[in-house]
């Protein structure tokens, strides 16, 4: 006796199997995970932009981990949905929602007054939150959006923290930067994109200040145990591409995203070079460098200028106020 397969049968197999095949290689190409299994138990941890997207995902896994856990966040409902979410899932309790809106600097300097009031330790800040060519925008100072929200707000919240993080080492402070960063350039004569304003140059602009922010800190903060490093995540699927002139039409994201998908990192996948920068116990001596999928990557020649570097350092603290404290 023999038996037929039904030719609708092997139409569907071959298409499950093209599926998951595709599926391993998004995988395989989002880079690997890290699989340290550190345990953070007793150890405070502040991730800005963390209602969402890739801070989601480093506070989930941080979460796991037993960490004390401050979302620092713009919106408190968005923020106080994914804390529930995680501490259900986790079963951590020690996770707090704090209002931080980094284009404020009144609000970043109240996010830390609080803090101080509330923890007397801090052992890995993660400058995660971001923005991406926006329409042209000015945070509540009068700072280009990107570069105020991106660049210096996080220069702010991590001077005002260094006491801290001084008191807790070894610490960590890791900041996400992007591969963007090699089509930026300091615009020494207009940092502030006032004469001329292109969303993505000063995207990559605010993204190069990452670079040089970390490498200047690392140099400042050499032997006091805490470790300074940039990472680029990968090309991610999150909130952060909503001002992308391609999300604005449905048909379009529906067709770049479905285009693209395979070369696209998930949330979870963009958060592990993150986590492995911030936890990998053989990456406390290292400072002052720069990671893609967990690994030391090369940056652009201009984030290599130290000149650059200490002058944007300068106007940086004169813009957020720190030469006057």
Not at 74 to 86: F, G, Q, V, Y
Not at 222 to 232: D, S, W
Not at 282 to 309: P, R, W
Request: net charge positive; charged share 20%; hydrophobic share 40%.
């Amino acid at each position: 006796m023999s038996f037929s397969i039904p030719k609708p049968y092997y139409i569907y197999a071959a298409g499950v199997s093209l599926v998951g095949g595709a599926y391993l290689l998004n995988d395989y190409i989002s880079g690997p995970d890290y699989e340290g299994e550190q345990n953070l138990k007793d150890k405070v941890v502040i991730v800005t932009g963390s209602n969402t997207g890739i801070g989601k995902e480093v506070v989930r896994n941080l979460a796991k981990r037993e960490a004390k856990i401050i979302m620092a966040c713009r919106d408190m409902e968005k923020c106080e949905e994914a804390r529930s979410e995680i501490v259900l899932q986790t079963q951590n309790k020690y996770i707090y929602c704090r209002q931080c809106d980094l284009a404020s600097q009144e609000s970043i300097r109240h996010f830390v007054n609080q803090f101080k009031t509330e923890h007397s330790k801090l052992h890995i800040l993660i400058n995660n939150a971001g923005i991406m060519r926006c329409q042209k925008r000015y945070t509540t100072e009068g700072i280009e959006m990107q570069l105020g929200v991106n660049h210096m707000g996080h220069f702010l919240l991590t001077n005002l923290l260094l006491d801290v993080l001084k008191t807790s080492v070894p610490a960590r402070v890791v900041n996400v930067s992007s591969a963007a960063h090699f089509k930026g350039t300091i615009k020494l004569k207009d940092l502030n994109s006032d004469i001329n304003y292109d969303p993505a140059k000063a995207y990559s602009q605010s993204k190069l200040a990452n670079i040089l922010f970390t490498r200047e800190l690392a140099n400042k903060l050499k032997g006091t145990g805490i470790a300074v490093n940039a990472v680029h995540p990968g090309i991610v699927n999150t909130e952060i591409v909503r001002h992308m002139k391609f999300n604005q039409n449905y048909f379009s994201r529906l067709f770049i995203k479905s285009c693209m998908w395979l070369f696209v990192k998930t949330p979870r996948k963009g958060a592990q070079t993150i986590l492995y920068v911030a936890l990998e116990p053989s990456l406390q001596d290292v400072t002052g460098v720069y990671f893609s999928n967990c690994k030391v990557a090369d940056v652009s020649e201009e984030a290599k200028n130290d000149d650059i570097a200490r002058w944007l350092w300068a106007v940086s603290e004169k813009w957020t106020g720190l030469n006057l404290v």
